[in-house]
């Protein structure tokens, strides 16, 4: 990642690190009244939430498939409401197990986000990024949870990102379809990676093809030849300020390369240096 020019993160917590957080976390929900306490496990009571569904914008039937399907169980019989879900759980055969007052057992996959969150950024964070698959459930419970807590919005700004597919599947680790820019920058420039990847937008799906490399490579090329003045960074730095409009800013160097401009400083708004 930092060959591609991408700035380390300020923090790569391991849930593991805040079970502490996430007990506490629990136990505040409780005491909220928005969760309760069944068959050894503890649940967030969906029906305490009213904004819960507003994120994804899914109807109630179609969150019980999505729930079905992602883990949910939602013919849970210790659940009041089939959407309902686990803020902690007991603990099967071989699993990792940590004490608490609710009995032994580990948390529920959305609470260890909230309880890092919270630790890491205060009550509200400004951007929250994640893939458009993890909108529901993930991210509708994680703010359901948050917010009954703090009593504020958890996040003002949602970014969710498109999957890459390759070869018609998504890309994923239970594919075993991964492609790594550890292997392809062994024989490509990492801004010729670094622009096959802008070439699409952030929000959309898309597919890998080692033809975007090839493509990237040309473009780059063409951008390096010229050699007049500077321009294009304020059109550029428009379209980032679209919603990161990357595409549409490849589309402006292009024009403005076209022309015989010098775009490298244009360029560098992509994080793209010659």
């Not at 071989?94 to 996959?109: F, I, K, L, N, Y």
């Not at 419970?141 to 009593?151: D, F, P, R, Y």
């Amino acid at each position: 990642m930092k060959a591609l020019g991408l700035l380390p993160p300020h923090s790569e917590p391991r849930a593991t690190s805040a079970i502490s957080e996430v007990r506490q976390l629990v136990g505040q929900v409780l005491d909220s009244g928005h969760a309760y306490i069944s068959g050894g496990s503890v649940y967030f009571d969906v029906s305490t939430a009213p904004r819960f569904g507003e994120l994804s914008s899914l109807t109630n039937g179609e969150m019980l498939q999505l729930a079905s399907t992602s883990g949910g169980h939602p013919n849970d019989q210790n659940k009041r409401n089939k959407l309902d879900f686990v803020l902690w759980q007991r603990s099967l055969p071989g699993e990792p197990e940590w004490t608490s007052r609710w009995g032994p057992g580990r948390p529920g996959w959305h609470i260890e986000c909230s309880a890092l969150a919270l630790r890491e950024f205060g009550n509200t964070i400004d951007i929250h990024g994640g893939g458009s698959d993890l909108i529901f459930p993930h991210h509708e419970c994680e703010q359901a949870q948050s917010e009954a807590v703090t009593g504020k919005i958890f996040v003002k700004h949602w970014m969710h990102s498109g999957s890459v597919n390759f070869a018609g599947e998504k890309m994923s680790k239970s594919h075993g379809n991964l492609v790594f820019v550890s292997e392809i920058i062994k024989k490509w420039d990492p801004m010729v990676i670094r622009l096959a990847i802008l070439s699409n937008h952030y929000r959309s799906s898309w597919e890998w093809d080692n033809e975007l490399l090839f493509k990237a490579q040309e473009r780059l090329n063409r951008w390096k030849k010229n050699d007049k003045k500077e321009a294009g960074f304020s059109e550029v730095g428009a379209c980032l300020d679209d919603d990161l409009d990357t595409q549409s800013a490849l589309k402006e160097i292009d024009r403005i390369s076209t022309a015989g401009n010098n775009v490298s400083e244009a360029a560098s708004l992509l994080g793209i240096f010659w």
